[in-house]
């Protein structure tokens, strides 16, 4: 049985970082539930139409939803702040629609015969996200991230193409999604396009926003919690949501920035910056 | 800057609450030694919370009736029961769970997609699993999935066979429906269908998205065809919306709804006068049948009980209850018949249900189920009719009256 947890709370700890990755750059995404179902639904075909192996159709899923979500983020990307997200939910709501109304998906009454994944799959793909992530915190390419999160006119002004960093960031966050979905698809066995409605891009959201915006650990941290947590007080019966509504309510007045509202290399810098005495 | 004390603070409050709440949650899955476990997933909260609420008092009551006769070959009961919130990924999960506690088979999950989403699973981990609602047609997985529920395919066309017979004169009607609902969108296309095979003019099927709440425009349509009668298919709350707009707007035929209205902890009371001219399809009411002591003594057990151990809207609405009563006796028969005891070992019980619900072809419970090869049961639908004033469905044709043949079951 914990397995099974440690499988949906790894699925969401993918979805998370999909949301922090493209938070990364400085945008905030609502349509990550649209590519996480891009990747459910393109993988299940492959492997449930056409015959291909779950581990062929993992990554071509993921590239399709990337190219999709690189593609969107280019319109999309025009606009900013609040405009952003409704844009994104948007998307988010049309890729829902289309699915519903694509006979080929199944439409309404779904795919199914979707098998093949493993919870260590998951497991695997939370590691291996999360050490490229780890690992990018220590590179310049996470300075220039956060320069064109913090201000990108002086990110332009130093150099950095700030539309392409953002839309690579959308794409390569529309892949985890896509990936999260094929190998949550495969799980489920049948899946229908209710399962990937706005809710959930919300709560992919929700993730990053508890745990903390600016680092990978938060968002993970956001994401085990909010799907653990609830497991264990099933003891609660029909108060179970009430008093997980009263348990986010509460996070937030006490820790609005998050619960681990840090930044990884901010940080780390800090404690050099006081170890060599630079001003 | 957060510094590192404050980073292990953070930490540490959050492993300690979480670990607190682990510990609460833990003897809720405490075992006993000689009992025998039966699972249950169905929704306490949520949308479908109040569906859940009604079938668990039904199953409960079950589990009562084993446990006061003696049990399962002097084994009492367990109940496993668990709340999926009707949604298909906690469904999944909870069903492992009840694997993992030692349920000897599971009653639910309650929705078609979670039931489409379960089956699968419990036949790749050889679990029994007895479903008594859901209406979308061929969605159960033999031989550990079975549904003891009529699904839409005989249950539409038996009712329209029956509608005819009540309205003779029918000859032009409108469809509508959720067409984004897997259950409805399917039900839009039987109604559709099955007035074509009974000589019924389909002046237009109009479908609506799930979350519409403005049916105005889709009455207005509605009026215009001046059809004999209006047939839907849609979950409760559009469908309220939908037959009180069709009052406002003064139509005054004869509304027909799939059973998804019959079923439930709440329409009913909250129709109103809006359902002065509404059916549905279903097979048990509130009310006494004439001759069968079985159904009587259930209807009146039910209601009582339900009345006392919940807060649902009164009357208590009996609707496919007796099914999820049906449900646990039958798994509990099966068990009895397999010679399962509190000794026997969990993978031991699951052959012995799964070995009886192979050769099962009838179940006299509360209700006389049929089972079909595709492993949904059949039990013979008929028309009913909402009493407004009373807050519930009756019959509409005395018993001697109705339609007793089954309908072959109906493909798209």
């Not at chain 2, 084993?66 to 909870?94: F, H, T």
């Not at chain 2, 997609?113 to 209406?135: F, G, Q, R, Y």
């Not at chain 2, 839009?188 to 105005?216: C, H, M, P, R, Y």
Request: proline share 5%; net charge neutral; with cysteine.
């Amino acid at each position: 049985m914990m397995q099974d947890y440690l499988f949906f709370a790894g699925i969401n700890i993918l979805l998370a970082w999909s949301v922090y990755i493209i938070l990364m750059s400085g945008s905030l995404s609502f349509a990550n539930g649209g590519f996480m179902a891009v990747g459910a639904y393109a993988s299940g075909l492959m492997t449930t139409r056409y015959g291909w192996d779950l581990w062929l159709a993992i990554p071509a899923s993921a590239a399709l939803a990337g190219l999709f979500g690189a593609l969107i983020s280019l319109p999309a990307l025009r606009t900013r702040g609040v405009y952003l997200i409704l844009v994104t939910i948007g998307v988010s709501f049309c890729m829902v629609v289309a699915i519903e109304s694509t006979e080929l998906l199944g439409g309404v009454q779904g795919l199914g015969g979707l098998v093949g994944t493993e919870p260590w799959h998951v497991g695997a793909l939370v590691l291996a996200v999360g050490a490229c992530l780890w690992l990018v915190s220590y590179t310049p390419l996470q300075r220039i991230l956060d320069a064109v999160r913090e201000d990108e006119h002086v990110a332009g002004a130093l150099g950095v193409n700030a539309t392409y960093v953002k839309v690579v960031t959308f794409g390569v966050g529309a892949a985890l999604a896509a990936a999260a979905g094929a190998l949550y698809g495969h799980y489920l066995i049948f899946i229908r396009p209710e399962h990937f409605n706005i809710m959930i891009s919300l709560f992919m959201v929700l993730y990053v926003i508890l745990g903390g915006v600016n680092n990978l650990w938060g968002a993970a941290l956001g994401a085990a919690l909010m799907t653990l947590v609830p497991e264990f007080i099933r003891v609660l019966a029909e108060w179970r949501p009430t008093v997980f509504g009263v348990l986010i309510v509460l996070l937030l007045l006490v820790r609005p920035e998050g619960i681990l509202a840090f930044r990884t290399v901010t940080a780390r810098a800090g404690k050099r910056i006081r170890k060599e005495g630079a001003p | 800057m957060l510094t590192r004390r404050h980073l292990l603070a953070s930490t540490s409050s959050v492993l300690a609450s979480s670990a607190a709440v682990a510990a609460l949650g833990g003897p809720a899955f405490a075992q006993s030694g000689a009992t025998i476990k039966i699972g249950a997933i169905l929704p306490s909260s949520g949308i479908l919370g109040s569906y859940g609420i009604l079938y668990r008092s039904a199953i409960q009551m079950a589990v009562e009736d084993i446990n006061a006769a003696g049990g399962i070959n002097g084994a009492k009961v367990e109940l496993l029961a668990e709340d999926d919130q009707a949604q298909p990924n906690q469904s999944v999960l909870l069903f492992r769970k009840l694997v993992n506690d030692g349920a000897a088979f599971v009653v639910g999950p309650v929705t078609g997609t979670s039931w489409e989403n379960t089956a699968p699973i419990a036949n790749a981990m050889k679990v029994p699993a007895i479903c008594w609602t859901a209406l979308k047609s061929g969605i159960s997985r033999k031989p550990y999935a079975l549904r003891i529920h009529p699904p839409n395919d005989t249950m539409i066309p038996e009712g329209m066979a029956e509608i005819k017979k009540i309205i003779p004169n029918l000859k032009r009607i409108v469809v509508v429906g959720d067409e984004r609902e897997a259950s409805t969108s399917e039900g839009i296309k039987l109604w559709a269908a099955a007035a074509k095979a009974n000589g019924i003019e389909v002046l237009e099927t109009i479908g609506f998205q799930t979350g519409t709440t403005d049916f105005s425009p889709l009455a207005i349509k509605v009026r215009g065809h001046n059809p004999d009668a209006l047939f839907f298919s849609a979950l409760g709350p559009p469908a309220l919306a939908l037959v009180k707009e069709m009052e406002t707007q003064g139509f005054d035929k004869p509304m027909v709804g799939d059973s998804t209205v019959w079923a439930g902890g709440s329409f009913i009371q909250a129709v109103g006068s809006a359902g002065k001219n509404l059916h549905t399809l279903g097979f048990s009411t509130n009310e006494t049948w004439v001759g069968n002591d079985k159904y009587n003594n259930y209807v009146q057990r039910f209601i009582k009980r339900t009345e006392e151990t919940t807060n649902l809207p009164r009357p208590i609405n009996v609707c496919n209850t007796s099914l999820a009563y049906d449900a646990v006796m039958m798994g509990a028969d099966l068990l009895r018949k397999g010679g399962v005891n509190g000794s026997t070992a969990p993978a031991a019980a699951r052959d012995a249900v799964k070995n009886g619900l192979d050769g099962l072809k009838k179940y006299d419970g509360v209700n006389a189920i049929t089972m079909r090869d595709s492993g949904d049961g059949h039990i013979q639908a008929h028309v009913l009719k909402a009493a407004p004033e009373e807050k519930i469905w009756k019959f509409v044709l005395p018993p001697d009256q109705r339609l007793n043949t089954p309908a072959t079951p109906m493909k798209l």
